[in-house]
């Protein structure tokens, strides 16, 4: 597994998969070499809380482009940033922006077929285009960054609420 996926964990069990195998005091790069190639997918999400409402409204097209592009690049330079993300080429990111009350959410999807998740690539892609949207808007404060949902991989479909708590499907 990789850093996204430990959300879930660092809540519910004390892990930390990146670790040296010689020594365990050190982190390192895990091997994903042995894994099977899957469709990935992770949408997150990120909040900047009482936005200026008007303002967004009268530059809600060019504040969506803009939101978009950093998306993008979020996404692609995730392995530059953070490290321990193992670098991949997501073949879809694609984000949005809405109006939640006075807050905007910004929600950005990664995907790809490969060995490890994108949930760093999504978290980063939500991170980036939130940073862009507050920077647009003069606007100070990003709430959250979250996963909520991941696809694909050994522990298939999961969804995460406001916590990053797991939410188990009564089914």
């Not at 964990?9 to 099977?36: C, E, L, W, Y």
């Not at 990111?93 to 995907?111: K, M």
């Not at 862009?132 to 991941?150: E, G, M, Q, Y």
Request: proline share 5%; net charge positive; charged share 20%.
């Amino acid at each position: 597994m990789r850093c996204g996926c430990q959300i879930r964990r660092v809540v519910t069990k004390a892990s930390f998969t990146h670790v040296n195998n010689q020594d365990s005091s050190r982190p390192s790069m895990v091997n994903i070499g042995s894994k099977k190639v899957t469709t990935r997918v992770a949408v997150a999400e990120a909040r900047l809380r009482g936005i200026p409402v008007n303002e967004y409204h009268s530059n809600k097209e060019k504040i969506q482009m803009a939101v978009e592009a950093a998306a993008v690049q979020g996404a692609l330079s995730t392995p530059d940033i953070i490290p321990f993300c193992h670098p991949l080429m997501p073949l879809g990111t694609t984000s949005r922006c809405f109006l939640d009350n006075n807050d905007l959410v910004v929600q950005a999807t990664s995907s790809t077929p490969g060995k490890t998740g994108v949930e760093m690539e999504a978290l980063a892609a939500a991170a980036f285009a939130a940073l862009t949207a507050a920077r647009l808007l003069n606007h100070r404060k990003v709430d959250s960054v979250l996963l909520r949902s991941k696809s694909g991989g050994k522990s298939g479909s999961v969804s995460f609420d406001d916590n990053a708590q797991k939410i188990v499907d009564p089914s």
